[in-house]
């Protein structure tokens, strides 16, 4: 196990009581574990591609990640109209195709998903659940996103995973 349970900083002692907390904290543990697959990796192996074609890295998840949670959260549910930290218009898997393997890439990278996160989580602590929000032709409920959001992160992680473990086998939580 990459991590005793007892030293799991995903395991926040929190018991969370309702619906928004429940899904909130599922989030909260689903990008920790972004985190944690990440760590103690140098900028060379976030960017390694996972097999070719593929431009999938850990790099390239954290810059997708980035902007997901810009566009769920700040454009969608807060109404931003600013661009995403790793969009072009017009041009399609920037955040996987120019993660490229660079001290500054990486730090740029980090920075982008924390603005992101922290902007979410801001905009979440006087969200409601049931309210609904204009989206393509018609609405969508804030709790819909953040179900979204952890499917997303959920489907990612187990991209992650093995990532992780083509890079230095390391493997598990």
């Known amino acids: 196990m990459w991590v005793a349970p007892e030293k799991d900083p995903r395991a926040t002692g929190i018991d969370p009581v309702g619906e928004k907390e429940t899904l909130w904290e599922y989030l909260c543990r689903y990008r920790m574990t972004l985190v944690m697959k990440c760590e103690g990796l140098d ?23 980035a902007n997901g ?14 661009d995403a930290p790793f969009e072009r218009p017009g041009v399609e898997d920037v955040e996987f195709d120019e993660a490229v393997g660079t001290p500054e890439a990486v730090a740029e990278a980090w920075e982008a998903w924390h603005a992101a996160v922290d902007a979410a989580d801001e905009l979440m602590i006087q969200e409601d659940l049931d309210r609904e ?23 990612h992680m187990g991209h992650a995973d093995l990532l992780r473990e083509c ?7």
Not at 43 to 65: F, T
Not at 140 to 151: A, L, Q
């Open 69 to 82: 949670e810009h566009h769920w959260f700040s454009r969608v549910l807060g109404g931003s109209t600013a």
């Open 167 to 173: 890079i230095d086998g390391r493997v598990g939580l």
């Open 133 to 155: 929000v204009p989206f393509d032709d018609g609405t969508v409920e804030v709790r819909d996103v953040v179900i979204h959001m952890v499917e997303e992160y959920a489907r």
């Open 43 to 65: 900028a060379d192996q976030l960017a390694r591609r996972s097999v070719y074609p593929s431009s999938l890295s850990l790099l390239g998840l954290v810059r997708h990640l």
